[in-house]
């Protein structure tokens, strides 16, 4: 059974919470491009314009490999050698891609499952280093990679102003603390907007406690995580 990783992409994307800071850098790295299906469409459509998609329909045909293998093994490393050969690395290749002639030449000498192995792990190697040294760097300057990240931007920052401007009762609701929706309402407190301003963990704790009135401490402490959650700070 055919099992590979691609290398050097241990990634995820951010999460709720995260800075704008983490957004650009997570919209600057391959990765996103390659797994994120939205922005894997604006790389392609700029490969597509340059013609000069090979390299990421190999990344795809790899992952479909790896896909289809993890729950089954039709799929022999033989196999799939072959078809990555005859179709990426062949000159005569339906998507022929520029490999260096090490990797053309050690795959006629390949006879074993664990050598055909070892090939296409560095055929995946040399051509993500030419995707991150090459294509990519030339999409991350221009124009339509520059649009794409901004408005990204934007979706976060709305989203982000939304999320602030959620009611306590909804919030309270949402996490099963409804109990004590009348005590923040007695201090006209409607939005977790209005609670931002005490953000610093213990001023937070201590807001909730001697202000609210909110006497339990597993609440308290429960309530400063999901709020340092919700207002991002």
């Given at each position: 059974?055919?099992?590979?990783?691609?290398?050097?992409?241990?990634?995820?994307?951010?999460?709720?919470?995260?800075?704008?800071?983490?957004?650009?850098?997570?919209?600057?790295?391959?990765?996103?491009?390659?797994?994120?299906?939205?922005?894997?469409?604006?790389?392609?459509?700029?490969?597509?314009?340059?013609?000069?998609?090979?390299?990421?329909?190999?990344?795809e045909r790899v992952l479909y490999y790896q896909s289809n293998n993890k729950s089954s093994s039709s799929f022999s490393c033989g196999l799939i050698a072959h078809d990555l050969f005859d179709t990426f690395v062949h000159i005569n290749g339906v998507h022929a891609l520029n490999v260096s002639s090490f990797i053309y030449k050690r795959y006629l000498s390949l006879g074993t499952e664990y050598e055909f192995k070892e090939w296409i792990v560095s055929l995946v190697k040399e051509v993500l280093v030419q995707m991150k040294q090459e294509s990519f760097v030339m999409f991350l300057e221009c124009e339509e990679c520059s649009h794409y990240i901004l408005t990204k931007l934007i979706d976060f920052s709305n989203k982000q102003q939304n999320q602030n401007d959620i009611t306590v009762q909804d919030f309270l609701s949402m996490n099963e603390l409804e109990e004590y929706t009348k005590l923040f309402v007695?201090?006209?407190?409607?939005?977790?907007?209005?609670?931002?301003?005490?953000?610093?963990?213990?001023?937070?704790?201590?807001f909730l406690k001697e202000y609210i009135g909110i006497k339990k401490i597993g609440h308290q402490l429960k309530l400063v995580r999901l709020l340092k959650q919700y207002l991002h700070c």
């Open positions: 059974m055919f099992e590979m990783i691609l290398l050097d992409l241990d990634f995820s994307f951010p999460v709720e919470g995260v800075t704008v800071v983490d957004l650009i850098k997570s919209y600057k790295q391959l990765e996103r491009y390659l797994f994120d299906k939205e922005a894997k469409e604006v790389f392609r459509n700029y490969l597509h314009v340059l013609k000069k998609e090979e390299q990421l329909l190999f990344i007695k201090k006209k407190i409607i939005h977790l907007s209005q609670l931002k301003q005490h953000c610093n963990n213990d001023d937070l704790k201590q």
